[in-house]
């Protein structure tokens, strides 16, 4: 039977509700956020924003104007948010939130008459209404307020730019649209959610640089050929992400052959393991807080590679090679700040060979993620985090990259704490 002919089978049972959403994270756990939804065409997709904000732990309320209404139906609101839908002001306030104030206010869609109201002050819709007081609470440091603009090209101008602006310098954060047929697009859900986990992240690593990098890097044989291992990034993805929703710019460096992240993360992709190296070390010289080592490096590579293809059909084809430099030694030499994290991969030893030859790393990395190929379960593994204080296990690799912010958070936090007493 074709794969695309339903063969009349029953759905797998779940325990999930009807209105339940399977959970991504608990990054947003107990955050309140209004998702404030204006009269675009976009609006249509305003009920997924909201599922995908309950999946990281929000909970919403969505506002949303008559024009919006145009465009999504209040029960789909309804039932995206887990109730009702504010779409006009009683003698509860509503706007105001007096008594179950929003750690966020998200305006998407936002259009160019809501910006523009925003920035003038007008509050002639429920939306505009809310938005007045949500600047208040801004100012106060009480909440923050997002906005994703969403417009046909022709709207961007001066007017647009001027209101933006405006409102940026008063502390509002316009989220990068997605830039597609002319238009200023509704970016990404997921690109929507973790721009308010890191507008509402308090951990130290925000606006630090850290560098991590991720998968193969693959060593030529032919202008065809290549050596390359099976490692394919997911836990230097994960650390990325992580470190990402917490608000530091993180940029992933990954080898080519990589597994690719859906999360909207800023990556360079290096095509070999000179460019692998020659891309780490101009990173290290900048300003970096820290580099997570995580890429699985190629130790050898041919003594000479062949310009264009050798010839197959060989009955032998003997490669001498070479050992490559440690990339990690050189960036660690080239920027002496950097706090760097490095990762050790064994298999045939014993937990404790791997922790004595991890150990080996500290001095040069203050913390080694240390694995063996025994603990992999598909895309799974086990890893023992080995630092000069003694060795954590950590079961998993969302766990592994939890473990590694919060360890960059505490480098951080005392390094703050040290210029804090040299001033």
């Not at 022709?154 to 002319?182: C, E, K, S, W």
Request: charged share 25%; net charge positive; proline share 5%.
């Amino acid at each position: 039977m074709s794969p695309f002919d339903w063969d009349f089978s029953a759905p797998t049972p779940s325990p999930m509700g009807d209105h339940d959403v399977p959970r991504a994270s608990d990054r947003l756990e107990g955050r309140r956020v209004a998702l404030l939804v204006t009269g675009g065409i976009a609006a249509m997709k305003t009920p997924e924003i909201a599922r995908s904000l309950r999946r990281h732990g929000a909970q919403v309320v969505a506002f949303a104007s008559e024009d919006a209404l145009r465009y999504v139906g209040r029960e789909a609101l309804e039932w995206a948010t887990l109730g009702p839908v504010v779409t006009g002001l009683s003698w509860a306030a509503e706007h105001l939130s007096d008594g179950a104030p929003f750690d966020a206010y998200l305006v998407a869609p936002a259009t160019h008459s809501t910006i523009a109201k925003m920035a003038h002050g007008i509050g002639d819709t429920v939306v505009t209404s809310a938005l007045i007081s949500a600047l208040g609470r801004m100012e106060q440091g009480r909440t923050q307020v997002l906005v994703a603009p969403t417009m046909h090209g022709t709207m961007h101008n001066a007017q647009l730019l001027d209101n933006a602006r405006r409102l940026a310098a008063q502390g509002v954060r316009f989220i990068t649209p997605r830039d597609a047929y002319g238009k200023h697009n509704l970016p990404d859900t997921e690109v929507l959610c973790i721009a308010l986990g890191r507008a509402l992240s308090r951990s130290p690593l925000k606006g630090k640089r850290i560098m991590v990098t991720a998968g193969p890097t693959p060593v030529p044989i032919d202008g065809v050929r290549r050596i390359v291992n099976r490692f394919r990034g997911r836990l230097g993805a994960r650390v990325a992400e992580e470190l990402t929703w917490r608000g530091a710019e993180a940029e992933l460096i990954l080898g080519d052959g990589a597994w690719r992240p859906r999360a909207p993360i800023p990556l360079t992709v290096t095509r070999s393991f000179d460019d692998y190296r020659d891309t780490v070390l101009a990173r290290a010289r900048g300003k970096l807080f820290a580099g997570v080592f995580s890429a699985g490096v190629a130790d050898y590579r041919p003594k000479k590679a062949v310009v264009g293809k050798i010839a197959s059909g060989q009955s032998s084809l003997v490669l001498e090679l070479e050992p490559t430099e440690k990339v990690i030694d050189l960036a660690c030499a080239a920027n002496p700040e950097m706090h760097c994290i490095a990762f050790k991969y064994l298999e045939g030893v014993s937990e404790e060979e791997l922790v004595r030859v991890a150990s080996k790393r500290l001095g040069r990395a203050g913390l080694v993620v240390a694995t063996r190929g025994e603990d992999t379960r598909g895309v799974e593994q086990r890893a023992l985090l080995v630092t000069a204080q003694g060795v954590e296990p950590v079961e998993d690799k969302r766990a592994i990259a939890e473990r590694i912010a919060a360890y960059l958070e505490a480098v951080a936090r005392q390094r703050g704490n040290l210029e804090a007493a040299a001033e």
